[in-house]
């Protein structure tokens, strides 16, 4: 196995950059990544009644639709580090029907303000290959202690493979060049799971461009 890139900008960097990039970022990414977003909701498949979190929730896309999925009985919370895109996630919530039910929080997904034991699921997209490696076990950690027995986890990320293609190693040079603005980068994914403890219930491998995307559920056993 090679070794994944490291990721070298700060988070104050990266509040920074999340923070310039919130008022436009749904141009750029909506369409683009809608498909992958979707594939891990199915996946995740939450139910009438769960409370679910979302770990760098972005502009929102996703909370809204969990908090649709769970449904009046249901609780759907967020964290993000950005207050950029806290707010625009926000103000999407706000004017949603679904406001009730939705919890947005500003905070680090590698130390979660929630008790133990308390989610029934939690979905990553986008967002684990941004943490630095060391700090990747950490979030997978936090993740573990919040989730009930048995809880379920869904995380969309760009895919390190054995033999890169032309567009990862392009991918892996603006990196290396931009890390402020490139900040993330193909990981491990399936192997993060299982060494954090998660049983691997389902993976589909989707690609973005040329980019390998993981799309997997697992469970806390
Ligand atoms: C690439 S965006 C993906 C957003 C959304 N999940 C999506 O798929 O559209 C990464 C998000 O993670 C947030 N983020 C970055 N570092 C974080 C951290 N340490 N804890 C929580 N959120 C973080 C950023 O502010 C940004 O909103």
Redesign the pocket.
């Known amino acids: 196995m090679k070794n994944i890139s490291r990721v070298t900008r700060t988070?104050e960097e990266?509040?920074t950059s999340?923070?310039m990039?919130?008022k436009w970022?749904d141009l750029f990414?909506?369409v683009a990544?809608k498909k992958?977003?979707s594939a891990g909701l199915k996946k995740l498949n939450a139910q009438t009644g769960e409370t679910v979190l979302?770990?760098?929730?972005?502009?929102?896309?996703?909370i809204i639709s969990l908090a649709e999925s769970v449904g009046i009985s249901g609780k759907v919370y967020g964290?993000?580090?950005?207050a950029?895109?806290l707010h625009v996630?926000q103000k999407k919530v706000s004017k949603s029907a679904i406001s009730e039910r939705v919890e947005l929080k500003l905070?680090?997904?590698?130390n979660l303000p929630f008790s133990n034991k308390f989610f029934n699921a939690v979905?990553?997209?986008?967002?684990l290959e941004?943490?630095d490696t060391p700090?990747i076990p950490l979030?997978l950690d936090e993740c573990k202690r919040v989730l009930k027995p048995n809880g379920r986890i869904c995380i969309?990320s760009m895919l390190k493979e054995e033999h890169d293609g032309l567009m990862v190693k392009f991918y892996e040079f603006a990196h290396l060049k931009f890390p402020k603005y490139v900040?993330?980068r193909p990981i491990y994914v399936q192997k993060n799971i299982e060494d954090a403890g998660f049983k691997k219930i389902d993976n589909t491998v989707m690609h973005m461009f040329g980019l390998p995307v993981e799309i997997i559920l697992a469970q806390k056993m």
Request: glycine share 14%; charged share 25%.
């Open positions: 988070k990266a509040k999340y923070d990039m919130s970022y990414t909506k990544e992958y977003k979302e770990i760098g929730f972005g502009t929102g896309e996703c964290i993000d580090l950005s950029g895109m996630a905070g680090d997904g590698a979905f990553i997209s986008f967002t941004l943490f700090e979030v969309v900040d993330c």
